[in-house]
């Protein structure tokens, strides 16, 4: 299959700042997207994310695509769930009888359907039969005013999405005035008055873990460690005995956890841990962009690096987040434990060899023009990242379970 455009994505927030779904979205460098090429993404979509039992491997999360009339009666949607799908569509092409129709035939298939670019004042009497959710431009002028309106176009069981967010003080209006979701990067600017929070005492143990994994220290000495937060041991041993290794019987110690494990598994899930181990007040979208980012940067990294660089970029891309997951600038993240240079050099300049794979996982979360340009640097095709991106996505999601 070729592809000249790149997947970029963002996510919708609950008003706790949880990730509900993502709206997925093509860039095409300097070109329109055209609606065939909109076409295109659903079936690119639903060969990735549906697994071949039919099960779908972002789980609870709801997928958002923009939608032309064309796509309204593709058969690559019949592959994707009804109750996890949900298609932007302008209110212009519901003028047209046959969209409407097309649309209600989507709605009764339990498809969902967000209206872009409407009225709410009509909501209720027009519109409300034919959609699910309706996207609304918050405007912080006449806050009033539209607390009545989307409490009108609440009763009328649409939900409301509120786009483009684009400030923390706009995302608590949002949320006051009762909006379902909204979209936007906030999670990639640092929420103001948040106190810098530094690192709690679980934190503290885990970076002492990975220093000591890291230095292959003796098994014993890192039980030792271990033991001091018995959290983590009740973690440690969920999660190998849950996590497919075959062991055949239940791990109950620590020592044959450590040595089942290995060194370099085991560094990982630490990396992982440290994130969730975060109190940051709004780290749940936080936590799942860095997973992401960082399951991303390790598959880009496939082709062209030796297989031990992989766990180099995994770290690189969950630490790249990692200072607004802990409250505390960068470089004090990176004195409190000790990287390889390169992984170093990624993280404060984007340079290095690891730099560029940072760089390209992180522009697939913005609409910035940047992904072809640093794809082609690297000589990754389209179709390579695109498939590398919706593997992290579904990854990360079973990392969440």
């Known amino acids: 299959m070729h592809q000249t455009n790149f997947i970029v994505r963002e996510p ?17 460098h300097e070109q329109q997207v055209t609606d065939a090429d909109l076409e295109a993404l659903v079936g690119f979509v639903a060969g990735q994310l549906v697994d071949e039992e039919g099960g779908w491997l972002l789980r609870d999360k709801l997928l958002f695509l923009d939608a032309v009339p064309a796509m309204l009666s593709l058969d690559a949607l019949h592959a994707l769930p009804p109750e996890r799908t949900v298609l932007s569509v302008r209110t212009r092409d519901l003028a047209n ?5 097309a649309v209600q035939g989507l709605r009764a298939g339990g498809v969902g359907i967000s209206i872009r670019g409407v009225n709410l004042d009509l909501l209720g009497r027009n519109l409300a039969p034919l959609a699910s959710f309706a996207e609304v431009r918050f405007a912080g002028a006449d806050v009033a005013a539209q607390a009545r309106t989307y409490a009108a176009a609440k009763q009328s069981s649409l939900r409301l999405v509120g786009r483009p967010v684009a400030t923390w003080a706009e995302f608590d209006a949002c949320a006051a005035l009762g909006l379902d979701s909204v979209v936007g990067k906030l999670h990639l600017t640092p929420r103001p008055g948040n106190p810098v929070k530094g690192m709690n005492p679980a934190q503290a143990i885990i970076l002492q873990l990975m220093q000591m994994v890291q230095n292959n220290e003796d098994v014993p000495k890192i039980e030792a460690v271990l033991k001091r937060d018995p959290a983590l041991i009740y973690k440690l041993l969920r999660f190998i005995n849950s996590a497919g290794f075959g062991a ?10 450590i040595a089942m494990l290995g060194y370099a598994p085991l560094y990982r899930w630490l990396v992982l841990l440290l994130a969730t181990a975060s109190s940051s007040g709004y780290s749940p979208v936080l936590m799942e962009t860095a997973v992401v980012r960082a399951r991303l940067c390790e598959l880009l990294g496939q082709k062209n690096l030796p297989r031990g660089d992989g766990e180099y970029l995994f770290v690189a891309g969950m630490f790249s987040l990692l200072d607004r ?7 004090e993240v990176l004195d409190a434990i000790q990287l390889p240079e390169p992984v170093v050099r990624a993280l404060l300049a984007r340079d290095g060899v690891y730099g560029p794979y940072l760089a390209l996982a992180e522009a697939c979360e913005l609409n910035s023009n ?4 640093m794809a082609a640097a690297l000589g990754i095709a389209p179709l ?3 498939q590398a991106h919706l593997s992290a996505l579904a990854w990360a999601q079973n990392v969440a379970a």
């Open 12 to 28: 919708l927030l609950d008003p706790r700042q949880r990730v509900i779904g993502y709206e997925l979205s093509w860039q095409q």
């Open 97 to 101: 009888a046959d969209t409407r129709a």
């Open 248 to 257: 055949g019987r239940e791990i109950q110690s620590l020592r044959q956890a």
């Open 325 to 331: 997951l802990l409250g505390l600038p960068m470089q």
């Open 370 to 373: 940047l992904v072809a340009s």
């Open 384 to 386: 390579a990242v695109n």
